[in-house]
């Protein structure tokens, strides 16, 4: 029994085959949808279904020029040619029901603005005898659309005509925000060109930054945004008509000439923290700091004898790798980008001053932050934290805090010296 790619599994989703009947369990960003799938079903997929003045008729694409035939690789290679310009990163490839999925998502660090669009998709084609596989397909869409609406959780589900080759449906339904989970939208189309048979889903909401503390419950993203998206990729992937704009929004970072110029090379994919910590050892002794092997992973501190002299820095660094599987669904960019959105969420606290979000121009995707930290009396901390990807799964996060004696007090140095303390470290750290 063939089963639709559809939205992604949370990120321990799994499926359960019981006896003859099988039940996928799809969860994704809080929010759980059934799939039941038995066999054979009669309604039929026609003109008879609604039609919407927003889905104007669209090119079947070309999966001969997608190279399909030559394999997951290849058929995914091309689909992401057509949605890396739309905003998308891809996370994984691989065969489904006796076709080919490619799954996509939305750059984290598209998400620092509040407001920013969270969109994921799936990309699938099938080729062959598909005309029963389509069937199974609508009548699933169906059951699925007929519980919905029973379903006090979403506030809508429909299904319409999609005119796209020779004509297909599309799933439409919003789940609202209920207690700590997010509203989230699903939009997926099935349409079929002769023996050909593709599938585009899309799913997501409107990410919403935390207000005063307090985190903010994301919105559904519009059924003129989701329609819109799919036709657009459609769009791009035959290569007829103009794509609109794309709506995810490229990540917004600032650039400090420090950080450009650096020579720092990044660390080797799939390293380890102890042998990062390791090549880092040797630099220590520039900052001023030594190992704690008692505080666990890799952190550095003044040693005990630290002089408090005026003018003198104190400083921890601590510097962490986590490698991630190739097809994760949480992969190394997302988890490096939910670490700076969650520090970022403290600027809601008048205590915390933060400097702009600097590129790091190492690994394929890399930032940097300063921030300050006032405390009580005339004190205060200054912060630098930095992260960045290799080959994509390689994360490495750098924590860096100083303060200098002046005075009395301890105080945070000024910004360039606190970039210059990092540069210090990731040039080390990369060998």
């Not at 990044?266 to 880092?280: H, I, L, N, Q």
């Not at 520090?343 to 190492?362: A, H, I, N, T």
């Not at 799964?393 to 303060?403: A, D, E, G, Q, Y």
Request: contains cysteine; aromatic residues 6%.
């Amino acid at each position: 029994m063939p089963v639709p790619p559809g939205p992604p599994k949370k990120r321990t989703g799994r499926v359960v085959a019981v006896i003859v009947v099988v039940l996928v369990v799809v969860l994704g960003g809080g929010v759980g949808v059934w799939f039941w799938q038995s066999g054979g079903g009669s309604s039929p997929v026609g003109e008879d279904l609604p039609k919407n003045a927003a889905l104007a008729q669209l090119a079947f694409p070309d999966l001969g020029a997608l190279r399909h035939g030559d394999g997951v690789d290849a058929m995914c290679g091309s689909v992401e040619k057509a949605m890396t310009p739309r905003g998308y990163r891809r996370i994984s490839a691989g065969e489904t029901s006796g076709g080919i999925n490619c799954r996509f998502i939305t750059p984290g660090l598209s998400l620092l603005t509040d407001g920013a669009i969270m969109m994921s998709s799936d990309v699938a084609s099938w080729r062959g005898d598909t005309e029963d596989l389509f069937q199974r397909f609508y009548d699933q869409a169906v059951r699925m659309r007929d519980a919905e609406l029973k379903n006090p959780s979403y506030a809508s589900s429909k299904i319409e005509h999609f005119p796209a080759g020779d004509g297909g449906y599309i799933f439409h339904r919003v789940t609202k925000a209920v207690g700590a989970t997010n509203a989230r939208t699903d939009t997926e189309a099935v349409f079929r060109s002769g023996d050909d048979l593709m599938w585009v889903a899309l799913w997501g909401n409107v990410h919403r930054a935390a207000k005063g503390g307090e985190r903010v419950l994301a919105d559904p993203l519009t059924e003129e945004i989701t329609y819109r998206e799919i036709s657009d990729i459609v769009k791009a992937l035959s290569g007829d008509g103009q794509p609109g704009a794309p709506q995810i929004t490229k990540p917004d970072l600032a650039q400090h000439p420090t950080l450009a110029a650096t020579g720092a090379k990044p660390v080797a994919g799939g390293t380890t923290t102890e042998a990062v910590c390791g090549k880092f050892g040797a630099a220590a002794g520039k900052l001023g700091v030594v190992l704690m092997p008692k505080r666990g992973g890799c952190t550095y501190e003044p040693p005990d004898d630290r002089s408090y002299s005026e003018g003198s820095v104190h400083r921890t660094v601590g510097i962490a790798v986590e490698v991630k599987e190739k097809d994760s669904n949480t992969p190394a960019e997302e988890e490096l980008a939910r670490e700076l959105r969650s520090l970022l969420e403290r600027s809601s606290d008048d205590k915390y001053k933060f400097g702009p979000v600097y590129e790091l121009p190492l690994g394929g995707t890399g930032y940097a932050v300063v921030y300050t930290l006032e405390g009580g009396g005339g004190s205060s901390s200054g912060y630098v934290q930095a992260g960045y990807v290799v080959d994509g799964t390689t994360h490495v996060l750098v924590k860096l805090t100083s303060r200098v004696k002046n005075g009395r007090d301890l105080v945070a140095p000024p910004e360039e010296a606190l970039v210059a303390d990092l540069v210090t470290i990731l040039t080390a750290i990369g060998g």
